[in-house]
């Protein structure tokens, strides 16, 4: 407990309202601890009005992770912040219900196990954790595969599309394994299996597929993938695994398109991962890696803790975190069920439908999601001649919507795309407004150019003289600001 | 929105939750139940079956912070559906981390000028600040190896054995070998000269623990720097020093200030710390900072671009929650160098009534030392009759968890417990603490005392009845046996891995 202090002189301050006291006249340090302490009111209001000023995370369009939960799951959150979720021994159920998610998640995805059987997963921070344990696990079993075989191993690789996420570049290069990567093409947003199933070579150690895509949500084929890479490794004998980044998709195919096969009832696919915080409908902080079952994991990367006699194994990046998501996402599981969580997911999928309908009839825009897939809606302008994706997603912040615009990656670069995420508390009001506003922006969007040439005509009209330095200065400036504006926003890294 | 169903069941609305059929049904476990249930119901569940979790404030294993002020978890509440990763969306609170980053950099002493940004970043924990600062060494030795066209296949790393296991977790998943140097017994902690004697060429640091897990004892980095220098003259190998920092970072700046450890040591290439031991902010946060942006190499760093701003990050994680980066600022602001000082101060005091009063009872040896994290591990003068693992086990039914473990190699036949002072342990605790123990200790020293004067009652009885000292022989030994077989069982499946 912290001793208060006081002898301090201004010790009246405390009687002083937070506004009413010096504390408030300071600007709050930046580089260095401060010297003494501040009266806990005044701390809270201070910092709570410095992040008045970050974006509204509801209205934040650009991010697939939940953003709203019921007020009772607040209250469980709030109740296990202080329990450190790698203190098995101390907190036995929480290390239950972790368990018990991950046995829920598997037999989700029909991972190959017996009614009472239990699952080989573990809770992540979030995909980027799971992604890079799975290919952890690839890594070490071909390793193992060809040191057997007498054969190099200083050269692993992995196949996936352009389109992934930036993880999969993160884990390239810091477990020093080569990504190749399937390009894209104009009309063609997701890995193509053919193309994919050329580039596996005896040093593969697993093909990437994704199910939801960033970019515009669609869900790759997994299922003919599987089969060209069967067909590959009955002739070549490699043995290249499958793993499905489904981290969007994998809270989503379940429900709304059971009949898909994307998952372990495939039979190359080791390991899928997914992220809590996306369709799994948990705040920030949770994700899940599940493998086939026990072999595709390697026992030599498992660490071994022992709990008053049960052996717990753990396979991890991080060792203490809280608990409250796990706990969240028992809540949403049991809470929901397997009903709830298909409404949700056909309530999304009817929302981006409104919204699309609302896009198509400005008749200015090009959809390049699909129908099937994530919830979302991906567009880009019909005529780039008078401005830009870029300068719409500008305007629409001011209305408060944050809808980000991003160029494709590789070899579809020359195309940019403005995204709208469709998540769980994105009701069809909230859509018929933005589609409002997205009217509004192109209105005031169409003036600005057309005000520069009527200027023009209306000079050479009346034969005068004109300043041309006015003109060529505002055509400057245009031109600069569009530039400005496209080099500044553009980022290839997508969330 | 869920679309509630309307069709069955809608009175279920006005039972109160124990008296409707769902506390009835045993809660899922390897299945997602088909039909959803009321939220109350869900809450009122899965509350109650948590409160079969030990209560944090009484886990006196574990370093992390349990216990913060309400006005923080308001703030905690309110940012918990922002997404940290979102730099674009969320400015302010990317720059809140810059700043904590700036503060941390500047506690340690870094070389850096007054207005300059300090290289570092905000993690999940300690370990992946370790996974980082190794990947970082890792990369710049095989640079440099690369650039002498010499082997870079078999690197190493340093280290006594009584890491933190996420250590080992490192070498094995980054495949790098970890030379380890024994403890011996009076000695925890790593010994500056037989690791200096361990480095090789292939060495990608040494690293060096400010509060040992174990012990809480802080390791001599300063002689580990300058027996380091030597080498490194003699050898040209240039081999740098990691300090892990885990707890001792927000300790011995307050109560120690005048120890060099950090920056101020040349070879000293960066520190991670964990934000939420000592930095008194709720699990989930880390934090790594390096000297200079000669120690992270550029090509780990991926580059996000923010409203023309240039935002570097090299994380392990991406989206995570927010809460505890801002828990961490407001912590900062709101103690101040000096509401650090007094709390560790406090905490070092309150260690002190606890080991007085251990010491009081005549029965431990206090392995801790005074100066380093405020901790006290202790472990029993006469283990013959029974353990300490006996003590944890009886300890627990007061509802306190202390831990016992069995020393890393190669002391591995001293077992202790271990007490950790944390903020919210006040002096009225360890009163109590002790209070039990006592209490424990006379439990077991009677049962042990019971069984010698049974022994001697029945040896006595031999000549007078035959008969009956057959049965009093054979019970006795099955309780013996019994108390044998668990004091094994107890000692076999204890770990040797410490959190």
């Not at chain 1, 929480?94 to 998610?101: D, K």
Request: with cysteine.
């Amino acid at each position: 407990m912290v001793l208060s202090r006081t002898v301090h002189s201004d010790s009246n301050d405390s009687l002083h309202s937070t506004f009413a006291s010096r504390y408030v006249r300071t600007s709050l340090p930046r580089f260095k601890i401060p010297e003494e302490s501040i009266p806990k009111e005044a701390a809270y209001q201070i910092i709570n009005d410095e992040l008045m000023l970050d974006g509204n995370p509801r209205l934040n369009l650009a991010s697939f992770v939940t953003t709203w939960m019921e007020p009772e799951c607040d209250k469980l959150m709030m109740a296990a912040i202080n329990k450190n979720y790698v203190d098995m021994d101390e907190y036995p159920v929480t290390t239950e219900l972790q368990n018990r998610c991950v046995n829920m998640i598997a037999h989700l995805f029909n991972a190959p196990l017996g009614d009472t059987d239990t699952a080989v997963g573990v809770g992540t921070v979030g995909s980027s954790e799971a992604i890079m344990l799975a290919g952890l696990a690839f890594k070490r079993k071909w390793q193992n595969k060809m040191k057997a075989l007498g054969k190099p191993c200083d050269k692993p690789n992995i196949v996936t599309g352009a389109n992934v996420q930036v993880c999969w570049e993160k884990f390239a290069r810091y477990f020093e394994v080569e990504l190749k990567e399937v390009k894209l093409s104009e009309g063609y947003y997701v890995m193509d299996p053919e193309k994919a199933v050329e580039m596996v070579d005896e040093n593969t150690i697993c093909v990437a597929a994704i199910l939801g895509s960033t970019l515009n949500g669609e869900f790759e084929d997994v299922k003919r993938l599987n089969d060209l890479l069967v067909e590959k490794n009955a002739k070549t004998g490699w043995d290249t695994p499958i793993h499905v980044d489904a981290a969007s998709g994998g809270f989503i195919a379940p429900f709304i398109y059971p009949e898909l096969e994307w998952d372990f009832r495939l039979p190359l696919v080791k390991s899928i991962n997914v992220s809590g915080h996306k369709y799994g409908l948990v705040y920030a902080g949770v994700g899940w890696v599940i493998w086939r079952n026990k072999e595709d994991l390697p026992e030599e990367l498992i660490f071994h803790i022992n709990y008053l006699g049960a052996d717990q194994p753990t396979f991890t990046l991080n060792f203490s975190k809280g608990s409250n998501q796990i706990i969240a996402q028992y809540y949403q599981l049991i809470r929901l069920g397997f009903e709830g969580y298909k409404n949700i997911m056909e309530n999304c999928r009817e929302n981006a439908i409104v919204l699309k309908e609302g896009l198509e009839k400005t008749g200015r825009f090009n959809i390049i999601s699909k129908d099937d897939g994530v919830p979302l809606v991906a567009f880009s302008l019909k005529d780039h001649s008078q401005h830009n994706e870029f300068e719409i997603s500008d305007m629409l912040r001011r209305f408060g919507w944050i809808v980000p615009a991003y160029t494709m990656p590789p070899d579809a670069q020359h195309i940019t795309v403005l995204r709208v995420v469709i998540r769980e508390d994105f009701s069809r009001t909230l859509a018929e407004r933005l589609v409002v506003d997205i009217e509004k922006v192109l209105h005031e969007l169409d003036t600005l150019p057309a005000r520069v040439n009527a200027k023009i005509e209306v000079c050479e009209e009346k034969g005068l003289v004109v300043d041309e330095g006015e003109l060529d200065v505002q055509r400057k400036f245009t031109t600069a600001w569009k530039k400005f504006v496209a080099d500044k926003k553009k980022t290839n890294g997508v969330c | 929105m869920v679309i509630s169903s309307t069709t069955a069941d809608y009175d279920q609305n006005l039972h109160s939750t124990f008296a409707s059929r769902y506390v009835r049904a045993s809660l899922p476990r390897f299945k997602m139940p088909d039909q959803p249930i009321p939220k109350e119901a869900a809450y009122q569940i899965i509350n109650d079956e948590l409160m079969l979790d030990g209560n944090p404030r009484l886990n006196l294993a574990s370093f992390v912070t349990t216990w913060m002020e309400p006005e923080c978890d308001k703030l905690i509440m309110s940012s918990i559906n922002k997404n940290y990763v979102d730099m674009d969306e969320y400015p302010v609170t990317t720059e809140l981390q810059n700043r904590c980053v700036n503060m941390i950099a500047r506690l340690f002493h870094a070389p850096i000028g007054e207005g300059d940004t300090a290289v570092g970043v905000g993690t999940v924990g300690s370990s992946e600040a370790i996974m980082l600062a190794g990947l970082a060494f890792k990369r710049k030795w095989q640079e440099k190896r690369k650039s002498q066209g010499k082997t870079y296949h078999n690197p190493n790393i340093v280290t006594g054995s009584n890491v933190q296991v996420c250590w080992e977790k490192f070498a094995r998943y980054f495949e790098v070998d970890l030379k380890m140097v024994n403890l011996t017994e009076g000695c925890y902690v790593m010994d500056p000269v037989k690791a200096v004697e361990m480095v090789d060429e292939n060495t990608i640091c040494v690293a060096a623990i400010l509060g040992s897990t174990m012990t809480g004892e802080l390791e001599d980095v300063k002689l580990l720097n300058d027996l380091l220098m030597k080498k490194n003259k003699e050898t040209g190998w240039n081999t740098p020093i990691h300090v892990d920092a885990a707890s001792g970072g927000f300790v011995a700046p307050f109560l120690y200030p005048d120890l060099e450890w950090d920056f101020r040591l040349p070879l000293v290439k960066s520190i991670n710390v964990s934000g939420h031991k000592y930095g008194l902010v709720y699990a989930g946060v880390g934090w790594v900072v390096w000297r200079a942006k000669e120690d992270l190499p550029e090509e780990l760093v991926f580059h996000i671009n923010y409203l023309g701003s240039d935002q570097p990050t090299f994380t392990l994680n991406f989206s995570k929650g927010s809460s505890q980066i801002i828990a961490q600022y407001y912590q900062f602001i709101r103690l101040g160098f000096e509401g650090y000082k007094d709390i560790m101060k406090n905490c070092n005091e309150n260690a002190m009534v606890l080991k007085e009063g251990l010491e009081k009872t005549g029965r431990f040896d206090i392995i801790s030392k005074d100066i380093g994290v405020p901790l006290l591990a202790f472990s029993l003068k006469d283990s013959s009759r029974y353990t300490v693992f006996h003590i944890s086990e009886s300890l627990r039914r007061f509802g306190w968890v202390v831990p016992a473990y069995t020393m890393p190699p190669n002391v591995q036949h001293i077992s202790v417990l271990r007490v950790v002072i944390r903020e919210d342990f006040s002096h009225s605790l360890a009163d109590r603490l002790i209070a039990d123990i006592v209490r424990v200790v006379n439990e077991m020293e009677a049962a042990h005392s019971t069984d010698n004067t049974r022994h001697a009652n029945s040896t006595g009885n031999t000549r007078n009845k035959h008969d009956g000292e057959a049965s009093e022989h054979s019970k006795r030994e099955m309780h013996l046996g019994i108390s044998k077989y668990w004091r094994r069982l107890v000692h076999g499946n204890k770990t040797s891995s410490v959190c």
